[in-house]
Structures are given as C-alpha cells and as structure tokens.
C-alpha cells in the first residue's frame, strides 16, 4: 500500500514487487497514510532492529529470505 507518489507509479517499482499485490492509497485521505506510516514502524521495530546485525550485508540477507 503506497501513496500516488510518481516513485511508486514507476516501473521499476513494479518489477521490484515480483508478483506481490500493490494498492494505492485515495488521495488527500489521512486515514490511509497512518495504516502504511504503521506498517513501516512495525516492519523496523520488530524486524530491523528487533535484534543486533553483524553488518548491513546481514540485515539484507535476512530481508532476500522473507520473499
């Protein structure tokens, strides 16, 4: 779930999504951003930074794993 944000709109984007389903929000609709501002805080909270990374090249491994 994304905003109509030209970046999202690319299709880089969509190739970057592999299948997955993509939504976008309504314009001008607050409600909406808050549920994806909340996912993202979820996602680095407990995933992210739930523990300690050796490195970087780590963190992204673990992340290629999850798809």
């Known amino acids: 779930m ?5 970046c999202y709109r690319a299709g880089i984007f969509g190739a ?3 299948g997955s389903r993509h939504q976008r929000i ?3 609709r607050p409600r909406h ?3 994806i501002e909340r996912y993202n805080r ?14 970087e090249a780590q963190r992204a491994e673990a992340l290629n794993t999850c798809h």
């Not at 994304?2 to 030209?6: E, K, M, P, S, W």
């Not at 979820?42 to 490195?55: N, Q």
């Open 16 to 18: 970057a999504l592999e």
């Open 42 to 55: 979820i996602l680095t909270e407990e995933f992210l930074y739930a523990r300690t990374w050796a490195s």
């Open 33 to 35: 951003n808050g549920k």
């Open 2 to 6: 994304t905003d109509n944000g030209a």
């Open 26 to 28: 309504t314009p001008y």
